[in-house]
């Protein structure tokens, strides 16, 4: 049965194809390339996302980028892996969007938040990366040592991803809100740098000035 990895961003998708190539692996991988941390989400509409992404930086293309994904995800036959990271914006975002969208089927998650990590960085010196924080900041060296470390995820876990959709919050929200979204108890807001064009980080756009860290 062969094994196809999926990672949110090219960043990852870049040190994972590597890895995978270090590791002498045929798996597959899929890329989803659009980035929920920020923007309106609560619709889920593809074109929304699409016209956001063209009227704020002219980058066409988003939507059959994202529909291309979904389809590949739902064709494919093997095992599917997700990569991510709680302590990436971006990753995590992901994570509660493939929750809702991914329910019937099962797979499996590499979690890669907290772990400790050995490396070789660039100019070939062995390391460590004490607590790593995203998939998107490891080394592909340092993602070869995880490979067949994924672990299914049980149905309370995927039940609570649905709950605490990024989707769900923004839903309950006003179309211009200046409060955050609601957290469940074990979550902290832990504040970003964002400067995208300077706006406040008002109704869907919360998540671009916020990133959120499970404790």
Known sequence: ??????????????SLHQALRIAGRDDGSLVFGDDLSCGPIASGDPIERADWWKEE???????E???????????????????????????????????????????????????????????????????AQAVSIIPSTGLTTLFDSERETSSDEEASYRVNGLSSWLKTLPSVSSRPPVLSPHQKIV?????????????????????????
């Open 1 to 14: 049965m062969k094994t196809t990895h999926i990672v949110p961003g090219d960043s990852a998708a870049g």
């Open 57 to 63: 930086y002219g980058w066409p293309g988003m939507e």
């Open 65 to 131: 980028n994202i529909r291309s994904f979904w389809t590949k995800v739902d064709a494919s036959e093997g095992k599917l892996v997700l990569w991510f990271g709680r302590h990436s914006a971006r990753e995590l975002a992901f994570r509660h969007a493939w929750a809702w969208r991914v329910v019937q089927r099962p797979y499996h998650v590499v979690d890669v938040t907290g772990l400790r990590i050995p490396v070789k960085w660039g100019n070939g010196a062995d390391g460590v990366i004490e607590s």
């Open 191 to 215: 504040s970003i740098t964002c400067s995208w064009r300077n706006q406040p980080p008002t109704g869907e756009r919360w998540l671009m000035s916020l990133a959120m860290r499970s404790v």
